[in-house]
């Protein structure tokens, strides 16, 4: 009897997985190889390959209706969202069936930031999928990572790069993740040099491993890995800053204020290498002159807590006592508030769709001139919640201020009274 329900209970489950299928196998019963040729190459990741299949693949099947489904994910790889909404549209209304149109839907949406809405057709496609998927594993990927949901966003980079063992992307994105999370410095280290190994001219897997060797104190080989980058980039302003910092390290400050100055010109709008210079002028006892590079660092970035002390410090060596003090002050609230911010972002860590960690953020970035940062957040909210009163209430006062009377309008009609409070 055991045996009979077993065998029953087999039979069951493998008539269920036909029928989950059936739609793909009449679907594809006698379409030409052309048609199988293209799927093929976008899963792949293989554009090229896929445009010239899908165009044989039109050829021979002029009017078929999946062929649009096909098309449209090669026109979002390249970026092309209007056209790839112009397919989605066609494909359902020739009703084309199966998951083709949600998974394109999906893709639509992570290209255009929309994660919360793109994620259940992209993990379905992801777990359930007939295969491998370059095209599903990025956009999952990318949506995870700007939910600040790290440990979704690592299992589908470990899987990404299993699948696609010569792709230096998932390797490169996962470093990334993991630097920005502040993780182990070998993992991050070791991440970039697998970029590295599968694209040896990949300019951010390169410029990465520097900033990592930086931040991992091996400073001379972090001299040499800038070095070589800034031979092949030399106008690049993050890594003439990072080889200044690493020749800091090193106790080279003749070098390393050559390189600064430089980051300065070509980043005219970064307080960071004004910061550094002028530690260096104080050091050199020349208050002075450091008192003028904080006074531009404090101008580009008036919420930066280092660069207020400093200043602070530097008045009171002036004699302008009055000054300091105030400028100590305001360093200390800037530091509480820094407090807040990041305290935020941990909790994100531990709960990437924490509502009130994703307000806090929003409302610091807005408080502290970030404010299309702070609109990025809102927005973020909204896509997971449609209609939030406060982060609509965040995106109407921020489109009010630049002058966006239509969008204002529309996001504070989702207001309600409570929150207009």
């Not at 008539?15 to 792949?44: D, Q």
């Not at 491998?132 to 790290?150: G, N």
């Not at 599968?198 to 001379?220: C, E, T, V, Y």
């Amino acid at each position: 009897m055991v045996a009979t329900r077993s065998y029953f209970g087999a039979a069951i489950l493998i008539v269920a997985a036909m029928a989950v299928a059936g739609w793909s196998w009449h679907a594809r019963r006698g379409e030409p190889a052309t048609a199988r040729e293209a799927r093929a190459a976008v899963a792949a990741g293989r554009y090229e390959d896929a445009s010239a299949a899908l165009a044989r693949w039109a050829a021979a099947a002029p009017d078929e209706p999946e062929a649009l489904v096909t098309e449209g994910r090669i026109l979002i790889a390249r970026g092309a969202v209007v056209e790839a909404r112009e397919a989605l549209k066609k494909a359902i209304a020739r009703g084309v069936p199966g998951p083709g149109p949600a998974l394109l839907r999906a893709l639509i949406a992570a290209k255009t930031g929309r994660g919360a809405e793109a994620v259940p057709a992209l993990h379905r496609e992801f777990a359930e999928g007939r295969g491998p998927d370059r095209q599903v594993d990025e956009a999952l990927a990318k949506v995870y990572l700007e939910a600040f949901d790290l440990g979704r966003a690592t299992a589908v980079l470990d899987r990404w790069a299993r699948d696609f063992p010569d792709d230096p992307k998932p390797y490169l994105w996962r470093a990334e993740a993991h630097a920005r999370d502040g993780g182990d410095p070998g993992a991050v280290l070791h991440d970039y040099q697998e970029a590295l190994d599968r694209d040896p001219k990949l300019a951010r897997a390169r410029l990465g491993l520097a900033d990592a060797l930086r931040q991992a104190h091996r400073s001379i080989e972090a001299a040499a890995a800038y070095d070589a980058y800034l031979a092949a980039e030399p106008n690049d302003a993050s890594a003439h800053f990072g080889a200044g910092r690493s020749l800091l390290d090193q106790g080279d400050e003749e070098a390393a204020i050559r390189h600064l100055t430089r980051a300065s010109e070509l980043n005219p709008g970064n307080a960071e290498p004004l910061k550094e210079l002028a530690e260096a002028a104080q050091r050199r006892g020349d208050w002075p002159g450091a008192l003028a590079l904080l006074d531009r660092a404090t101008a580009l970035d008036p919420n930066d807590v280092p660069v207020r002390y400093s200043r602070g410090v530097v008045l009171a060596r002036l004699g302008r006592t009055e000054e300091a003090r105030a400028e100590q002050a305001a360093a200390g609230r800037l530091r509480d508030d820094l407090k807040s911010l990041n305290a935020a972002r941990s909790r994100l860590v531990a709960d990437p769709h924490d509502r009130d960690s994703q307000l806090a953020i929003a409302r610091w970035m807005f408080d502290h001139a970030h404010e299309d940062e702070g609109a990025r957040w809102a927005g973020r909210i909204l896509d997971e919640r449609p209609g939030d009163s406060e982060a609509s209430r965040l995106l109407a006062d921020y489109h009010e201020r630049r002058g966006e009377t239509g969008l204002a309008n529309f996001h504070r009609l989702q207001v309600t009274p409570e929150a207009a409070r």
